[in-house]
C-alpha cells in the first residue's frame, strides 16, 4: 500500500462527498490494443454506483462491450503547498481523491436512463431539471453504469 493511502486515507464517507460534489470524473477502459484509455465524463454517484452518459458509439463504449471491468477515478485539488517552502521538491498539494473500480454496463431500462440523465442534468445544469427531456435525444445518448467493486480513496492537506 503506497504511503500515502496508509497515512491518510479518505474514510467512505469523504470518498461519497467527494463523488457527490466532483465535477469532473475519468474512467479507464481495457484497449483492444492492451493499452489503458482514459476519458473525462460528466457523472453522478448513486447508490454505490457510477452513471455516465455520452455517444451510442465510440471506443469508450467498444472497450466496455468487449472487457467490462473499469477504472473510475476523481480527484479535487485543494491547494498548492509552498508558503515557506526554499527547496522545489518540498512544495506539496493538498487535495481528495477516489478510485473505484468495477464492471460497465449500458442502461438499457428507458425509466432508469430517463431518471440517470435527469439527475445528471440536475447536477450540470440545475436550472434545466424540470426541462423535458426529449425521447430522440435519449435514444442518441448512452448511459453507462459502474458497479463499484472495489473504492479506496485518499487525501493531503
Request: glycine share 10%; aromatic share 6%; hydrophobic share 30%.
Given at each position: 500500500m503506497q504511503h500515502k493511502m496508509r497515512e491518510n486515507p479518505l474514510a467512505p464517507e469523504g470518498v461519497n462527498r467527494l463523488l457527490e460534489r466532483a465535477m469532473v470524473g475519468r474512467v479507464s477502459t481495457n484497449g483492444s490494443d492492451g493499452y489503458p484509455y482514459t476519458v473525462v465524463v460528466h457523472f453522478v454517484y448513486r447508490e454505490g454506483a457510477v452513471y455516465f452518459h455520452g455517444?451510442?458509439?465510440?471506443?469508450?463504449?467498444c472497450n466496455i462491450a468487449r472487457d467490462p471491468k473499469?477504472?473510475?477515478?476523481?480527484?479535487?485539488?485543494?491547494?498548492?503547498?509552498?508558503?515557506?517552502?526554499?527547496?522545489?521538491?518540498?512544495v506539496g498539494s493538498g487535495y481528495e481523491s477516489a478510485v473505484l473500480r468495477g464492471r460497465a454496463s449500458l442502461v438499457d431500462d428507458p425509466g432508469e436512463k430517463e431518471d440517470i440523465l435527469r439527475a445528471i442534468t440536475a447536477k450540470?445544469?440545475?436550472?434545466?431539471?424540470e426541462a423535458p427531456i426529449l425521447p430522440q435525444a435519449a435514444a442518441g445518448t448512452a448511459v453507462v453504469k459502474i458497479q463499484v467493486?472495489?473504492?479506496?480513496g485518499k487525501y493531503h492537506k
Open positions: 455517444l451510442p458509439k465510440g471506443e469508450k463504449l473499469v477504472c473510475f477515478e476523481v480527484d479535487e485539488l485543494l491547494g498548492i503547498r509552498k508558503e515557506g517552502v526554499t527547496v522545489p521538491c518540498k450540470y445544469a440545475p436550472e434545466l431539471g467493486e472495489s473504492c479506496t
